[in-house]
Protein backbone atom coordinates (compact mmCIF):
# COMPACT_ATOMS: atom_id res chain seq x y z
CA UNK A 1 0.00 0.00 0.00
CA UNK A 2 1.03 3.48 -0.41
CA UNK A 3 1.16 6.08 2.31
CA UNK A 4 -1.53 8.60 1.71
CA UNK A 5 1.65 11.06 1.57
CA UNK A 6 3.48 9.62 -0.80
CA UNK A 7 0.68 9.12 -2.88
CA UNK A 8 -0.34 13.14 -3.38
CA UNK A 9 3.72 13.73 -3.62
CA UNK A 10 3.52 10.81 -6.72
CA UNK A 11 0.94 12.69 -8.38
CA UNK A 12 1.98 15.66 -8.46
CA UNK A 13 5.18 14.29 -9.70
CA UNK A 14 3.98 11.91 -11.93
CA UNK A 15 5.45 12.92 -15.35
CA UNK A 16 9.00 14.06 -14.03
CA UNK A 17 9.55 11.09 -11.88
CA UNK A 18 8.87 9.34 -15.06
CA UNK A 19 11.56 10.90 -17.07
CA UNK A 20 13.96 10.89 -14.29
CA UNK A 21 13.57 7.12 -14.32
CA UNK A 22 13.74 6.96 -18.26
CA UNK A 23 17.17 9.11 -18.03
CA UNK A 24 18.39 7.37 -14.91
CA UNK A 25 17.76 3.78 -16.87
CA UNK A 26 19.53 5.03 -19.94
CA UNK A 27 22.79 6.23 -17.99
CA UNK A 28 25.82 3.64 -18.85
CA UNK A 29 28.46 2.95 -22.21
CA UNK A 30 26.64 0.47 -24.02
CA UNK A 31 25.01 0.79 -27.35
CA UNK A 32 22.07 2.59 -27.90
CA UNK A 33 19.61 -0.53 -29.01
CA UNK A 34 20.51 -2.76 -26.15
CA UNK A 35 20.29 0.11 -23.71
CA UNK A 36 16.74 0.39 -25.11
CA UNK A 37 15.95 -3.50 -24.69
CA UNK A 38 17.24 -4.04 -21.57
CA UNK A 39 15.40 -0.85 -19.94
CA UNK A 40 12.16 -2.16 -21.34
CA UNK A 41 12.85 -5.53 -20.30
CA UNK A 42 13.87 -3.75 -16.36
CA UNK A 43 10.83 -2.00 -16.84
CA UNK A 44 8.37 -4.58 -17.44
CA UNK A 45 10.25 -6.74 -14.49
CA UNK A 46 9.45 -4.07 -12.33
CA UNK A 47 5.54 -3.95 -12.67
CA UNK A 48 5.61 -7.03 -11.04
CA UNK A 49 7.91 -5.40 -7.86
CA UNK A 50 6.55 -5.62 -4.09
CA UNK A 51 7.02 -2.08 -3.83
CA UNK A 52 3.44 -0.24 -5.45
CA UNK A 53 5.61 2.94 -6.14
CA UNK A 54 8.07 1.14 -8.20
CA UNK A 55 5.18 -0.48 -9.99
CA UNK A 56 3.64 2.75 -10.79
CA UNK A 57 6.76 4.43 -11.66
CA UNK A 58 7.89 1.62 -14.55
CA UNK A 59 3.93 2.51 -15.52
CA UNK A 60 5.04 5.67 -16.23
CA UNK A 61 8.33 4.80 -17.92
CA UNK A 62 6.51 2.70 -20.42
CA UNK A 63 3.70 5.06 -21.07
CA UNK A 64 6.83 7.23 -22.43
CA UNK A 65 8.69 4.25 -24.08
CA UNK A 66 5.58 2.75 -26.38
CA UNK A 67 7.20 -0.21 -26.58
CA UNK A 68 4.75 -2.82 -27.67
CA UNK A 69 6.75 -5.41 -25.67
CA UNK A 70 5.24 -4.41 -22.56
CA UNK A 71 1.59 -4.52 -23.60
CA UNK A 72 1.11 -7.93 -22.33
CA UNK A 73 2.52 -7.05 -18.61
CA UNK A 74 0.74 -3.98 -18.76
CA UNK A 75 -2.57 -5.56 -19.52
CA UNK A 76 -2.21 -7.89 -16.46
CA UNK A 77 -1.26 -4.66 -14.32
CA UNK A 78 -4.63 -3.50 -15.18
CA UNK A 79 -5.74 -5.91 -12.21
CA UNK A 80 -3.28 -4.64 -9.40
CA UNK A 81 -3.92 -4.11 -6.00
CA UNK A 82 -3.11 -0.39 -6.71
CA UNK A 83 -5.62 2.07 -8.58
CA UNK A 84 -2.54 4.66 -9.25
CA UNK A 85 -0.99 1.37 -10.77
CA UNK A 86 -3.92 -0.04 -12.70
CA UNK A 87 -4.27 3.70 -13.91
CA UNK A 88 -0.60 4.06 -15.22
CA UNK A 89 -0.95 0.84 -16.85
CA UNK A 90 -4.15 2.43 -19.23
CA UNK A 91 -2.19 5.27 -19.97
CA UNK A 92 0.65 3.61 -21.32
CA UNK A 93 -1.71 1.19 -23.06
CA UNK A 94 -3.56 4.02 -24.65
CA UNK A 95 0.22 5.52 -25.89
CA UNK A 96 1.28 2.27 -27.13
CA UNK A 97 -2.44 2.02 -29.38
CA UNK A 98 -1.64 -1.92 -29.68
CA UNK A 99 -5.52 -4.09 -30.66
CA UNK A 100 -4.36 -6.52 -27.85
CA UNK A 101 -5.42 -3.78 -25.08
CA UNK A 102 -8.84 -3.40 -26.09
CA UNK A 103 -10.66 -5.78 -24.47
CA UNK A 104 -8.85 -5.42 -21.33
CA UNK A 105 -9.30 -2.17 -21.43
CA UNK A 106 -13.04 -2.38 -21.84
CA UNK A 107 -13.09 -4.84 -18.97
CA UNK A 108 -11.28 -1.68 -17.29
CA UNK A 109 -14.12 0.43 -17.63
CA UNK A 110 -15.77 -0.76 -14.75
CA UNK A 111 -12.98 -0.64 -12.43
CA UNK A 112 -14.00 0.64 -9.05
CA UNK A 113 -11.94 3.95 -9.62
CA UNK A 114 -13.12 6.26 -11.01
CA UNK A 115 -9.37 7.77 -12.20
CA UNK A 116 -9.24 4.04 -13.27
CA UNK A 117 -12.53 4.77 -15.87
CA UNK A 118 -11.41 7.89 -17.24
CA UNK A 119 -7.39 7.13 -18.10
CA UNK A 120 -8.96 3.47 -19.47
CA UNK A 121 -11.60 5.62 -21.33
CA UNK A 122 -9.00 7.74 -23.07
CA UNK A 123 -6.89 4.96 -24.02
CA UNK A 124 -10.08 3.51 -25.68
CA UNK A 125 -10.03 6.99 -27.18
CA UNK A 126 -6.86 6.82 -28.59
CA UNK A 127 -6.98 3.68 -29.83
CA UNK A 128 -9.26 4.53 -32.00
CA UNK A 129 -10.90 0.42 -32.64
CA UNK A 130 -14.14 0.11 -33.34
CA UNK A 131 -15.20 -2.52 -30.58
CA UNK A 132 -14.93 -0.09 -27.62
CA UNK A 133 -17.97 2.22 -29.13
CA UNK A 134 -20.58 0.05 -27.47
CA UNK A 135 -18.85 0.05 -24.15
CA UNK A 136 -18.22 3.66 -24.26
CA UNK A 137 -21.72 4.58 -24.76
CA UNK A 138 -22.50 2.36 -22.01
CA UNK A 139 -19.90 4.55 -20.05
CA UNK A 140 -22.29 7.89 -20.32
CA UNK A 141 -23.96 6.59 -17.78
CA UNK A 142 -20.92 6.15 -15.23
CA UNK A 143 -21.56 8.11 -12.19
CA UNK A 144 -19.03 9.78 -12.52
CA UNK A 145 -19.00 13.30 -14.85
CA UNK A 146 -15.48 12.74 -16.09
CA UNK A 147 -15.48 9.66 -16.90
CA UNK A 148 -18.78 10.42 -18.74
CA UNK A 149 -16.67 13.12 -20.75
CA UNK A 150 -13.71 11.17 -21.56
CA UNK A 151 -16.42 8.87 -23.12
CA UNK A 152 -17.20 11.56 -24.88
CA UNK A 153 -13.88 13.14 -26.16
CA UNK A 154 -13.23 9.27 -26.93
CA UNK A 155 -16.26 8.64 -28.71
CA UNK A 156 -15.29 11.64 -31.05
CA UNK A 157 -12.10 10.26 -31.84
CA UNK A 158 -13.05 7.29 -32.79
CA UNK A 159 -15.09 9.19 -35.59
CA UNK A 160 -16.74 7.47 -38.10
CA UNK A 161 -17.34 4.04 -37.11
CA UNK A 162 -18.74 5.58 -33.98
CA UNK A 163 -21.74 7.31 -35.71
CA UNK A 164 -24.36 5.02 -36.46
CA UNK A 165 -24.14 3.74 -32.95
CA UNK A 166 -24.43 7.09 -31.36
CA UNK A 167 -27.19 8.07 -33.77
CA UNK A 168 -28.68 5.34 -32.02
CA UNK A 169 -27.73 6.48 -28.67
CA UNK A 170 -30.05 9.68 -29.31
CA UNK A 171 -32.88 7.69 -28.59
CA UNK A 172 -31.81 6.24 -25.19
CA UNK A 173 -34.01 6.81 -22.29
CA UNK A 174 -31.31 8.56 -19.83
CA UNK A 175 -30.77 12.13 -20.61
CA UNK A 176 -27.31 11.69 -19.88
CA UNK A 177 -26.61 9.05 -23.00
CA UNK A 178 -28.50 11.77 -25.17
CA UNK A 179 -26.18 14.28 -23.83
CA UNK A 180 -23.09 12.52 -24.13
CA UNK A 181 -24.06 10.90 -27.93
CA UNK A 182 -24.97 14.83 -29.14
CA UNK A 183 -21.71 15.79 -28.00
CA UNK A 184 -19.61 13.70 -30.03
CA UNK A 185 -21.77 13.52 -32.78
CA UNK A 186 -20.53 17.43 -32.85
CA UNK A 187 -17.16 16.71 -32.61
CA UNK A 188 -17.57 14.02 -35.20
CA UNK A 189 -18.86 16.32 -37.72
CA UNK A 190 -20.26 13.32 -40.26
CA UNK A 191 -23.16 14.64 -42.60
CA UNK A 192 -24.64 11.39 -41.47
CA UNK A 193 -25.48 13.17 -38.10
CA UNK A 194 -27.47 16.27 -39.02
CA UNK A 195 -30.57 14.57 -39.81
CA UNK A 196 -30.60 13.21 -35.90
CA UNK A 197 -29.21 16.27 -34.61
CA UNK A 198 -32.12 18.48 -36.10
CA UNK A 199 -34.70 15.67 -34.65
CA UNK A 200 -32.74 16.09 -31.09
CA UNK A 201 -34.00 19.81 -31.28
CA UNK A 202 -37.03 18.61 -29.94
CA UNK A 203 -35.74 16.61 -26.90
CA UNK A 204 -37.53 16.88 -23.73
CA UNK A 205 -34.19 17.52 -22.06
CA UNK A 206 -32.78 21.26 -22.41
CA UNK A 207 -29.27 20.63 -22.07
CA UNK A 208 -29.88 17.92 -24.68
CA UNK A 209 -31.21 20.66 -27.10
CA UNK A 210 -28.48 23.04 -26.39
CA UNK A 211 -26.06 20.53 -27.14
CA UNK A 212 -27.83 20.04 -30.63
CA UNK A 213 -27.84 23.23 -31.87
CA UNK A 214 -23.98 23.73 -30.95
CA UNK A 215 -23.07 20.58 -32.85
CA UNK A 216 -25.54 21.47 -35.89
CA UNK A 217 -23.35 24.71 -35.85
CA UNK A 218 -20.27 22.78 -36.30
CA UNK A 219 -21.59 20.59 -38.96
CA UNK A 220 -22.21 23.89 -41.52
CA UNK A 221 -24.63 22.32 -42.47
CA UNK A 222 -27.66 24.74 -44.51
CA UNK A 223 -29.97 21.59 -43.78
CA UNK A 224 -29.64 22.73 -40.41
CA UNK A 225 -30.60 26.84 -41.24
CA UNK A 226 -34.79 26.36 -40.90
CA UNK A 227 -34.90 24.20 -38.25
CA UNK A 228 -32.34 25.96 -35.81
CA UNK A 229 -34.35 29.61 -36.99
CA UNK A 230 -37.31 27.72 -35.53
CA UNK A 231 -35.74 27.06 -32.61
CA UNK A 232 -35.00 31.02 -31.64
CA UNK A 233 -38.58 30.23 -30.28
CA UNK A 234 -37.35 27.70 -27.48
CA UNK A 235 -38.52 27.85 -23.87
CA UNK A 236 -35.04 27.73 -22.84
CA UNK A 237 -33.03 30.58 -22.66
CA UNK A 238 -30.04 29.18 -22.97
CA UNK A 239 -30.82 27.07 -26.09
CA UNK A 240 -32.19 30.10 -27.93
CA UNK A 241 -28.67 31.97 -27.01
CA UNK A 242 -26.52 29.44 -28.74
CA UNK A 243 -28.85 29.10 -31.82
CA UNK A 244 -27.20 32.41 -32.84
CA UNK A 245 -23.67 30.98 -32.38
CA UNK A 246 -24.88 28.22 -34.26
CA UNK A 247 -26.31 29.68 -37.11
CA UNK A 248 -23.35 32.06 -37.31
CA UNK A 249 -20.88 29.48 -37.66
CA UNK A 250 -23.08 28.16 -40.74
CA UNK A 251 -22.82 31.60 -41.91
CA UNK A 252 -24.25 32.82 -45.55
CA UNK A 253 -26.75 30.23 -45.59
CA UNK A 254 -28.09 31.20 -42.94
CA UNK A 255 -28.47 34.98 -43.74
CA UNK A 256 -31.68 34.24 -45.98
CA UNK A 257 -33.29 32.64 -43.45
CA UNK A 258 -32.83 35.33 -40.72
CA UNK A 259 -33.75 38.15 -42.58
CA UNK A 260 -37.34 36.13 -42.66
CA UNK A 261 -37.12 35.72 -39.05
CA UNK A 262 -36.66 39.61 -38.38
CA UNK A 263 -40.38 40.09 -38.98
CA UNK A 264 -41.60 37.28 -36.66
CA UNK A 265 -44.40 37.89 -34.57
CA UNK A 266 -42.11 36.99 -31.32
CA UNK A 267 -39.91 39.96 -30.57
CA UNK A 268 -37.21 37.78 -29.02
CA UNK A 269 -36.94 35.74 -31.87
CA UNK A 270 -36.67 39.32 -33.98
CA UNK A 271 -33.96 40.20 -31.57
CA UNK A 272 -31.99 36.71 -31.74
CA UNK A 273 -32.10 37.06 -35.28
CA UNK A 274 -31.08 40.71 -35.70
CA UNK A 275 -27.96 39.50 -33.33
CA UNK A 276 -27.16 36.64 -36.20
CA UNK A 277 -27.20 38.51 -38.88
CA UNK A 278 -24.24 40.87 -37.08
CA UNK A 279 -22.67 38.03 -36.29
CA UNK A 280 -22.22 36.72 -39.94
CA UNK A 281 -21.85 39.95 -41.00
CA UNK A 282 -23.53 39.34 -44.34
CA UNK A 283 -23.78 42.76 -46.47
CA UNK A 284 -27.46 41.22 -47.47
CA UNK A 285 -28.30 41.66 -43.96
CA UNK A 286 -28.03 46.03 -43.80
CA UNK A 287 -31.40 46.97 -45.52
CA UNK A 288 -33.22 44.64 -43.19
CA UNK A 289 -31.77 45.72 -40.27
CA UNK A 290 -31.83 49.56 -41.44
CA UNK A 291 -35.65 48.73 -41.44
CA UNK A 292 -35.36 46.37 -38.41
CA UNK A 293 -34.51 49.95 -36.66
CA UNK A 294 -38.17 51.02 -36.43
CA UNK A 295 -39.67 47.58 -34.63
CA UNK A 296 -41.98 48.72 -32.15
CA UNK A 297 -39.82 46.88 -29.44
CA UNK A 298 -37.17 48.77 -28.40
CA UNK A 299 -34.54 45.41 -27.96
CA UNK A 300 -35.19 44.71 -31.37
CA UNK A 301 -34.07 48.01 -32.82
CA UNK A 302 -31.24 47.58 -30.07
CA UNK A 303 -29.93 44.40 -31.47
CA UNK A 304 -30.37 46.14 -35.23
CA UNK A 305 -28.43 48.65 -34.57
CA UNK A 306 -26.15 47.32 -33.04
CA UNK A 307 -25.61 44.67 -35.66
CA UNK A 308 -25.37 47.26 -38.34
CA UNK A 309 -22.50 48.24 -36.42
CA UNK A 310 -20.85 44.80 -36.83
CA UNK A 311 -21.58 44.72 -40.10
CA UNK A 312 -19.78 48.20 -40.97
CA UNK A 313 -20.12 49.51 -43.97
CA UNK A 314 -21.34 53.07 -44.95
CA UNK A 315 -24.83 52.28 -45.57
CA UNK A 316 -24.83 52.01 -41.97
CA UNK A 317 -23.78 55.63 -40.78
CA UNK A 318 -27.20 57.24 -41.68
CA UNK A 319 -29.38 54.84 -40.06
CA UNK A 320 -27.66 54.65 -36.71
CA UNK A 321 -27.32 58.60 -36.57
CA UNK A 322 -30.75 58.53 -36.37
CA UNK A 323 -30.74 55.95 -34.19
CA UNK A 324 -29.19 58.73 -31.98
CA UNK A 325 -32.72 59.81 -32.01
CA UNK A 326 -34.66 56.98 -30.85
CA UNK A 327 -36.74 57.30 -28.24
CA UNK A 328 -35.28 54.52 -25.87
CA UNK A 329 -31.99 55.59 -24.35
CA UNK A 330 -30.70 51.80 -24.86
CA UNK A 331 -30.81 51.94 -28.61
CA UNK A 332 -29.46 55.46 -28.70
CA UNK A 333 -26.48 54.45 -25.77
CA UNK A 334 -25.46 50.93 -28.58
CA UNK A 335 -25.67 53.61 -31.63
CA UNK A 336 -23.07 55.93 -30.01
CA UNK A 337 -21.05 53.13 -28.78
CA UNK A 338 -21.63 51.84 -32.58
CA UNK A 339 -20.46 54.94 -34.16
CA UNK A 340 -17.45 54.97 -32.13
CA UNK A 341 -16.39 51.64 -33.95
CA UNK A 342 -17.62 52.98 -37.46
CA UNK A 343 -15.75 56.07 -37.26
CA UNK A 344 -16.90 57.96 -39.65
CA UNK A 345 -16.22 61.93 -39.35
CA UNK A 346 -19.55 62.50 -40.80
CA UNK A 347 -20.82 61.23 -36.92
CA UNK A 348 -18.71 63.79 -34.94
CA UNK A 349 -21.41 66.83 -34.60
CA UNK A 350 -24.23 64.06 -33.99
CA UNK A 351 -22.12 62.57 -31.06
CA UNK A 352 -20.92 66.08 -29.77
CA UNK A 353 -25.06 66.93 -29.58
CA UNK A 354 -25.37 63.44 -27.77
CA UNK A 355 -23.04 64.71 -25.02
CA UNK A 356 -26.07 66.64 -23.95
CA UNK A 357 -28.49 63.81 -23.91
CA UNK A 358 -30.97 63.25 -21.20
CA UNK A 359 -29.28 60.23 -20.04
CA UNK A 360 -25.95 60.03 -18.86
CA UNK A 361 -25.07 56.29 -20.06
CA UNK A 362 -25.51 57.94 -23.56
CA UNK A 363 -23.39 60.72 -22.70
CA UNK A 364 -20.33 58.33 -21.54
CA UNK A 365 -20.56 56.24 -25.03
CA UNK A 366 -20.80 59.54 -27.28
CA UNK A 367 -17.94 60.91 -25.33
CA UNK A 368 -15.75 57.46 -25.38
CA UNK A 369 -16.54 57.16 -29.08
CA UNK A 370 -15.62 60.65 -29.78
CA UNK A 371 -12.35 59.55 -28.42
CA UNK A 372 -11.82 56.77 -30.78
CA UNK A 373 -12.70 59.01 -33.83
CA UNK A 374 -10.17 61.43 -32.33
CA UNK A 375 -11.86 64.33 -33.95
CA UNK A 376 -10.44 67.78 -32.78
CA UNK A 377 -14.23 69.21 -33.10
CA UNK A 378 -14.89 67.51 -30.20
CA UNK A 379 -12.59 69.20 -28.17
CA UNK A 380 -14.41 72.36 -26.55
CA UNK A 381 -17.63 70.13 -25.96
CA UNK A 382 -15.52 67.43 -24.45
CA UNK A 383 -13.96 70.07 -22.43
CA UNK A 384 -17.34 71.40 -21.29
CA UNK A 385 -17.93 67.82 -20.24
CA UNK A 386 -15.57 67.93 -17.69
CA UNK A 387 -17.80 69.68 -15.25
CA UNK A 388 -20.82 67.18 -16.21
CA UNK A 389 -23.08 66.92 -12.74
CA UNK A 390 -22.77 62.58 -13.69
CA UNK A 391 -18.99 60.96 -12.32
CA UNK A 392 -19.48 58.49 -15.43
CA UNK A 393 -19.76 61.41 -18.16
CA UNK A 394 -16.60 63.37 -16.76
CA UNK A 395 -14.42 60.41 -16.55
CA UNK A 396 -15.23 59.44 -19.99
CA UNK A 397 -14.72 63.02 -21.11
CA UNK A 398 -11.48 62.81 -19.41
CA UNK A 399 -10.36 59.37 -21.35
CA UNK A 400 -11.68 60.76 -24.40
CA UNK A 401 -9.23 64.16 -24.20
CA UNK A 402 -6.78 62.07 -23.67
CA UNK A 403 -7.20 59.71 -26.64
CA UNK A 404 -7.76 63.17 -28.90
CA UNK A 405 -3.84 64.66 -27.23
CA UNK A 406 -5.22 68.51 -28.37
CA UNK A 407 -3.21 70.65 -26.18
CA UNK A 408 -6.24 73.01 -25.42
CA UNK A 409 -7.23 70.44 -22.75
CA UNK A 410 -4.15 70.40 -21.13
CA UNK A 411 -5.41 73.25 -18.47
CA UNK A 412 -8.72 71.79 -18.31
CA UNK A 413 -7.40 68.67 -17.12
CA UNK A 414 -4.80 69.70 -14.79
CA UNK A 415 -8.20 72.08 -13.02
CA UNK A 416 -9.87 68.47 -13.25
CA UNK A 417 -6.95 67.38 -10.75
CA UNK A 418 -9.42 68.87 -8.00
CA UNK A 419 -13.00 67.30 -8.81
CA UNK A 420 -14.63 65.82 -6.15
CA UNK A 421 -14.74 62.38 -7.41
CA UNK A 422 -11.91 60.72 -6.65
CA UNK A 423 -11.96 58.26 -9.74
CA UNK A 424 -12.13 61.07 -12.02
CA UNK A 425 -8.98 62.64 -10.25
CA UNK A 426 -7.29 59.41 -11.52
CA UNK A 427 -8.67 58.89 -14.53
CA UNK A 428 -6.90 62.86 -15.22
CA UNK A 429 -3.80 62.26 -13.57
CA UNK A 430 -2.92 59.00 -15.81
CA UNK A 431 -4.26 60.53 -19.13
CA UNK A 432 -2.00 63.94 -17.75
CA UNK A 433 0.94 61.45 -16.84
CA UNK A 434 1.22 59.84 -20.73
CA UNK A 435 -0.20 63.34 -22.67
CA UNK A 436 0.35 66.52 -20.66
CA UNK A 437 3.58 67.78 -21.37
CA UNK A 438 5.71 70.04 -19.24
CA UNK A 439 2.08 71.28 -17.70
CA UNK A 440 1.01 68.32 -16.71
CA UNK A 441 4.42 67.21 -15.45
CA UNK A 442 4.20 70.44 -13.33
CA UNK A 443 0.63 69.72 -12.07
CA UNK A 444 1.47 66.19 -10.63
CA UNK A 445 4.13 67.02 -9.36
CA UNK A 446 1.94 69.95 -6.98
CA UNK A 447 -0.05 66.99 -6.20
CA UNK A 448 2.88 65.05 -5.37
CA UNK A 449 3.86 67.89 -2.84
CA UNK A 450 -0.09 68.40 -1.50
CA UNK A 451 0.42 64.71 -1.57
CA UNK A 452 -2.68 63.88 -2.99
CA UNK A 453 -2.58 60.18 -2.53
CA UNK A 454 -5.13 58.89 -5.25
CA UNK A 455 -3.45 61.37 -7.68
CA UNK A 456 0.23 59.70 -6.61
CA UNK A 457 -1.83 56.20 -6.97
CA UNK A 458 -3.51 57.02 -10.20
CA UNK A 459 -0.06 58.48 -12.08
CA UNK A 460 2.21 55.70 -10.00
CA UNK A 461 4.29 54.68 -13.37
CA UNK A 462 4.98 58.51 -13.21
CA UNK A 463 6.79 58.49 -10.34
CA UNK A 464 8.37 55.19 -10.61
CA UNK A 465 9.82 56.49 -13.89
CA UNK A 466 11.10 59.90 -12.36
CA UNK A 467 12.51 57.80 -9.32
CA UNK A 468 13.53 60.73 -7.72
CA UNK A 469 15.59 60.08 -4.02
CA UNK A 470 12.94 60.47 -1.09
CA UNK A 471 9.96 60.26 -2.71
CA UNK A 472 9.13 56.39 -1.84
CA UNK A 473 7.71 56.88 1.62
CA UNK A 474 4.53 59.17 -0.16
CA UNK A 475 4.37 56.46 -3.01
CA UNK A 476 4.35 53.60 -0.11
CA UNK A 477 1.63 55.85 1.12
CA UNK A 478 -0.27 56.09 -1.84
CA UNK A 479 -0.41 52.51 -2.45
CA UNK A 480 -2.11 51.47 0.98
CA UNK A 481 -4.20 54.34 0.36
CA UNK A 482 -5.67 54.11 -2.83
CA UNK A 483 -3.42 51.14 -4.75
CA UNK A 484 -4.86 48.42 -6.18
CA UNK A 485 -2.91 45.27 -7.42
CA UNK A 486 -1.76 46.31 -10.59
CA UNK A 487 -0.04 49.47 -8.77
CA UNK A 488 1.65 46.67 -6.91
CA UNK A 489 2.86 44.77 -9.19
CA UNK A 490 4.52 47.61 -10.48
CA UNK A 491 6.54 48.11 -6.91
CA UNK A 492 7.44 45.00 -7.15
CA UNK A 493 8.71 44.96 -10.52
CA UNK A 494 10.36 48.34 -10.38
CA UNK A 495 14.01 47.86 -9.10
CA UNK A 496 13.51 49.70 -5.93
CA UNK A 497 14.13 47.54 -2.63
CA UNK A 498 12.06 49.88 -0.41
CA UNK A 499 8.98 49.60 -2.98
CA UNK A 500 9.40 45.78 -3.64
CA UNK A 501 8.96 45.34 0.26
CA UNK A 502 6.45 47.59 0.33
CA UNK A 503 4.60 45.58 -2.53
CA UNK A 504 4.79 42.41 -1.20
CA UNK A 505 3.63 43.99 2.18
CA UNK A 506 0.06 45.34 0.88
CA UNK A 507 -0.53 41.67 -1.15
CA UNK A 508 -0.03 40.17 2.33
CA UNK A 509 -2.12 42.55 3.69
CA UNK A 510 -5.30 41.59 0.95
CA UNK A 511 -4.85 38.68 -0.20
CA UNK A 512 -3.20 38.88 -3.45
CA UNK A 513 -0.30 36.96 -4.49
CA UNK A 514 1.84 38.83 -6.73
CA UNK A 515 5.03 37.86 -9.22
CA UNK A 516 7.73 38.88 -10.06
CA UNK A 517 7.81 40.12 -13.60
CA UNK A 518 10.16 39.79 -16.86
CA UNK A 519 10.17 41.89 -19.88
CA UNK A 520 10.21 45.62 -18.97
CA UNK A 521 6.03 45.41 -18.95
CA UNK A 522 6.54 47.45 -15.75
CA UNK A 523 7.87 50.98 -15.41
CA UNK A 524 11.58 50.74 -13.63
CA UNK A 525 12.95 53.39 -11.12
CA UNK A 526 14.86 56.32 -12.58
CA UNK A 527 14.10 55.23 -16.27
CA UNK A 528 13.01 58.67 -17.29
CA UNK A 529 15.21 60.69 -15.42
Known amino acids: MIPPQVRRFCRIQRRSAGIVYLCFCALGPVPIGYAQADRVSRLIADLK ?3 ANVRWRAAQALRESKDPRAVESLIAALKDSESDVREGAAEALGNIKDPRAVEPLIAALKDAAWGVRVRTAQALGKIQDPRAVEPLIAALRDADSYVRGQAVWSL ?3 GAPAVDPL ?3 LKDADAGVRR ?4 ALGKIKDPRTVEPLITALKDEDKVARWGATTALGKTKDARAVEPLTATLRDADRDVRNSVGDALQEIGGPAVESLIGALKDADADV ?4 AGALGKIKDPRAVEPLIAAQNDADADVRRCATEALGEIKGPRAVKPLLAALKDPDWNVRMTAANTLGVIKDPRTVEPLIAALKDEHPAVQSSAARA ?3 IKDHRAVGPLIAALKDPEREVREDAVGALGEIKDPRAIQPLIATLKDADEDVRKSTAEVLAKTGGPRGVDALLTAFRK ?3 AVIAAAYAFFIQRGERGSEGVLIRALNDSGREEMAVAFLNCGNPRLEKAAREWADNHGYRI ?6 ATPRWGSRR
Open 49 to 51: DAN
Open 156 to 158: GNI
Open 167 to 169: IAA
Open 180 to 183: GAIW
Open 270 to 273: RQRA
Open 370 to 372: LGE
Open 451 to 453: PDL
Open 515 to 520: MVEGGG
